[in-house]
């Protein structure tokens, strides 16, 4: 049955591929395992994660239904508003990289609800590293509350923000911050669905609110890596990543103090160049 399955999938792979569409649609047999199908087609674990509602990718059901992108990358739905040279920015991505894969020019309209693909090989490619700290933006977007004393958005009382909000749509990708494992990845109180990451020295990044989780407890994840989605979940008032660095002695740090200037999230990185600028 695995073989015939194998070679059922290859099939639908071509025929989609002719047809210009980017996914297939994939029926769990007895005995699948989800690293075994990643393995067997070469799309990362969490490209699956991210296009699926798999609760644990450790256990599968029989006659589930798992959305196989024909390549490793992933799906972008346009919002009102949007433009390919926004998209690229949240996916710190080069925009001649998302027209080719899509089968866009300079000239091509966007529109509300288009499906964009995004290759994996496109992603953070112009996202930027503070050399001294090893820390990149976790999301591109607005910075909507600092870290420190604030005024509760729901009480109105001064309380800590031990982290920095920034401020985008749902659905935005939000990546690791820096090299590490996964040590959370599920629904936690006010922090809605977040997840933490340990990294070698003992710290820990946390990635909070979101509206998916693209990544299982225990998985390694590099910098740069997708590993979720921007949302409003658990005690959150409108669409946005939490973003907490926390010190191996378990206190919380100005992510600031980390991260490199908010006015280069984004950086185009041409040949010859030092690497500054698209804002």
Known sequence: MRVKG???????????TALGNSYVRYLVEPGDKL??????????ISTILDFNCIDDPRCLESGQAI???????FFYDVQEGDSL??????FFALVEDIMKANGL??????????????????????????????????????????FGWRKDPFTGTST????????????????????????????????GLNIIILHADGSKTRYAHLSHISVYSGQ????????????????????????????????CKDPRSYLSSSQYMYV????????????
């Not at 959305?67 to 990358?73: A, E, K, S």
């Not at 749902?170 to 006010?190: C, K, L």
């Open 6 to 16: 194998l070679i059922f999938l290859v099939i639908l792979v071509f025929l989609c």
């Open 160 to 191: 800590f923000h031990s982290g920095l909000d920034i401020a985008v749509q749902q659905g935005a990708p939000v990546f690791a911050a820096r090299d590490g494992t996964v040590i959370e990845a599920a629904d936690n109180g006010g922090y």
């Open 268 to 279: 185009r990185k041409e040949p010859g160049s030092l690497g500054l600028g698209g804002k």
């Open 67 to 73: 959305y196989i992108p024909v390549r490793d990358g």
């Open 105 to 146: 020019s300079y000239s091509s309209k966007i529109f509300t609800g288009q499906r964009l693909f995004i290759p994996l090989e496109a992603v953070s490619v112009c996202s930027n590293v503070n050399i001294s700290t090893q820390y990149s933006w976790p999301v591109y977007g607005k910075i909507s509350s600092e």
């Open 85 to 90: 040279e926004y998209i690229a920015k949240l």
């Open 220 to 251: 390694r994840v590099a910098r740069g890596e997708l590993i979720g989605r921007v949302g409003e979940t658990g005690r959150a008032t409108g669409p946005h990543l939490h973003f907490e660095i926390i010190d191996s002695k378990d206190q």
């Open 35 to 44: 690293f075994n199908i990643i393995r067997d087609y070469n799309i990362r």
